[in-house]
């Protein structure tokens, strides 16, 4: 469980609680994804989740104390999995995290779009705030999209964020940077043609996921020159070219182990790693020059 803050798309930084819910493993192999690491075999048992949750609430006070805040506004919940999939949350299961999630204004969780169905509407009539749903586009890269695994076209996810819209439900996007099969040298294009994507499909909110090896095929595809693991210039370069393609949409990058991103030049590593963090707390857009790099 972690908190922190985070920038909506009016620039308001929203005290938030994410916590990572252990439960069944997502049935899509995309291979970009190691979270099948922090799933469990077989489906996920009635009450686990709830809970894991009610576990966690209890240890938020201390945690919000630690970070300085004294609130929290926004729960997300991650499964490393899809929250409507019956395999992964079981359909009993949603009224006791509703009961539990309802002192919280927004509620984010995530889902493939193709499971995006009626018990998105369903869930979200339980709560008193606001759902969000967090759904991977990856890439906009038509080749790239159809070859990860995902089993995802952008029609099928153009109308899962449509039902979103129709179902008054806010939709939050996982973009990539370092998408396999995406050109090295078309990278940050990319990036930036799928914040465009996610924001005609209405997001409210875009993640810049840097995508990390580890997982055996992201090795395999690295050795065939399919993958190369981005380092800290096209993260920096990404995120400014998101941002001024994002309009009024909050977008950022995801800090987990960002300090451990690779940069290839010692002498503009802090400055970029600081551009990063001040991109995401502020939403404008800047770059670092290097003379050793640039």
């Known amino acids: 469980m972690t908190a922190e803050l985070e920038r909506g798309p009016g620039g308001e930084l929203t005290p938030s609680a994410t916590v990572f819910l252990t439960g069944a493993e997502c049935p899509f192999t995309c291979v970009f994804c190691d979270l099948w690491r922090y799933t469990i075999d077989g489906p996920t048992p009635a009450g686990a989740l709830p809970a894991q949750l009610s576990a966690a609430l209890e240890q938020l006070p201390g945690l919000l104390r630690e970070a300085g805040l004294d609130r929290c506004d926004q729960l997300k919940l991650y499964n490393a999995s899809n929250f409507f999939d019956r395999r992964a949350v079981p359909e009993a299961d ?30 979200a009539d339980r709560l008193p705030g606001r759902l969000e749903v967090a759904m991977g586009l990856e890439t906009a890269h038509p080749e790239a999209l159809s070859r990860l695994g995902k089993q995802l076209t952008l029609e099928q996810f153009d109308r899962a ?32 043609e799928s914040v465009r994507h996610a924001v005609r499909a209405g997001a409210r909110s875009v993640a810049l996921i840097p995508v990390r090896g580890g997982n055996g095929e992201l090795e395999r595809l690295r050795e065939v020159g ?27 990058v995801d800090p987990w182990d960002l300090d451990q991103v690779a940069s290839g030049c010692d002498a503009c590593r802090d400055a970029r790693v600081a551009a990063i963090r001040g991109m995401n707390r502020t939403g404008r857009p ?9």
């Not at 995290?97 to 869930?123: N, Q, S, T, Y």
Request: include cysteine; charge should be negative.
């Open 286 to 294: 800047r770059r670092t020059v290097c003379g050793d790099c640039d």
């Open 94 to 123: 949603l009224e006791p995290i509703a009961r539990l999630a309802g002192g919280f204004r927004r509620v984010v969780v995530e889902c493939h779009p193709r499971l995006v169905d009626d018990r998105v509407r369903r869930f």
């Open 226 to 252: 399919e993958f190369e693991p981005p380092g800290l210039r096209l993260l920096e370069e990404s995120l400014a070219g998101a941002l001024q393609a994002a309009g009024s949409v909050a977008v950022q």
């Open 161 to 192: 964020a449509g039902r979103l819209r129709a179902d008054d439900v806010d939709l939050r996007v996982f973009v990539l940077i370092g998408a396999p099969f995406v050109p090295a040298e078309e990278q940050a294009k990319w990036v930036s």
